[in-house]
């Protein structure tokens, strides 16, 4: 009896307990960089992978189906030296919807200034109270802005601690050569991305990511008209946002995600609410007034 139970715990040793929150896709391609060992792009690919999906971003303890499902898209266009590369990241998140098989987009931002080193078969450390290289800073930022917003849209600013882990790390990188990481180089970059989710000024934009998730996307299956509702009454802390600072990065963030949702979302819903839906999002959107056109049936 005894060996049975010792058998039975060390079978239980055995079940892998995931603490990963992270199931990131990873995708190098180098299709523009010429006469070169392809070998380090594949070896790349793998330490990127590994470097996302196996390292413990939080403490909170996750299932493997909790994960996060995430996709990343390192598109390498020059190489500058036999270790140094540079290109643009395309950085995709969703998150999955109660009672549901969707999975709703949270973020689609492609990111062109993209330079590191990589020497191939060295690890990829990253620490949070050191300065990280350039690849790792740049891996460790968006896996918490990921974080961030997959967590506010489950709790009321619920991401804020990893925001601000985001923010540590483009604070580290001010003295970096490589573009991305300064106030003073574009409007667009790693450091306003971060700068707005944490400016109280764009706090309605988190509060309308908790409520078009939670109180609207997670009802839908059961309470549409309600769910809908909700999502309807969400886009007005956009439009307070935007009368606010007309023009800010994270709506353009937003928009990038959900403008095709919020068409499926609208384009069968009643008369009144279509106008309404409308003729915000003609406001606070308008780059994308074709698209919600079909809202109100139009071409």
Request: aromatic content about 14%.
């Amino acid at each position: 009896m005894r060996k049975f139970f010792i058998f039975i715990f060390i079978c239980l040793l055995s079940i892998p307990l995931f603490s990963q929150e992270l199931n990131c896709n990873i995708q190098i391609v180098s299709q523009q960089i010429q006469g070169t060992n392809k070998q380090v792009f594949r070896t790349m690919q793998t330490a990127v992978y590994e470097f996302m999906n196996s390292r413990r971003w939080t403490d909170h303890v996750y299932s493997y189906d909790e994960r996060i499902e995430c996709n990343i898209l390192i598109n390498l266009t020059e190489q500058l030296s036999s270790d140094e590369f540079r290109g643009s990241i395309q950085v995709q998140a969703r998150r999955p919807i109660f009672n549901s098989s969707y999975n709703s987009v949270l973020l689609n931002f492609k990111d062109d200034d993209v330079q590191f080193k990589y020497v191939e078969y060295q690890p990829l450390d990253f620490s949070e109270t050191t300065s990280p290289t350039n690849l790792t800073g740049l891996l460790a930022y968006y896996a918490y802005v990921i974080l961030g917003m997959d967590y506010d849209t489950f709790s009321m600013e619920g991401g804020s601690p990893y925001y601000s882990k985001a923010e540590a790390i483009v604070n580290k990188m001010q003295n970096s050569r490589v573009k991305g990481w300064k106030a003073f180089e574009s409007r667009k970059n790693r450091y306003w991305l971060i700068e707005n989710l944490l400016d109280n000024a764009y706090s309605p934009v988190r509060e309308c990511l908790y409520r078009y998730h939670r109180l609207g996307l997670d009802r839908m299956s059961d309470r549409l008209t309600e769910a809908r509702a909700e999502i309807a009454e969400s886009l007005r802390l956009l439009q307070k946002a935007y009368r606010a600072k007309p023009g800010a990065f994270i709506l353009q963030i937003f928009f990038d995600a959900k403008s095709d949702e919020l068409v499926n979302i609208f384009s069968d819903s009643f008369n009144d609410e279509k106008k309404r839906v409308f003729n915000i999002l003609s406001e606070v959107d308008p780059a994308n007034i074709s698209k919600y056109n079909k809202i109100i049936g139009q071409k």
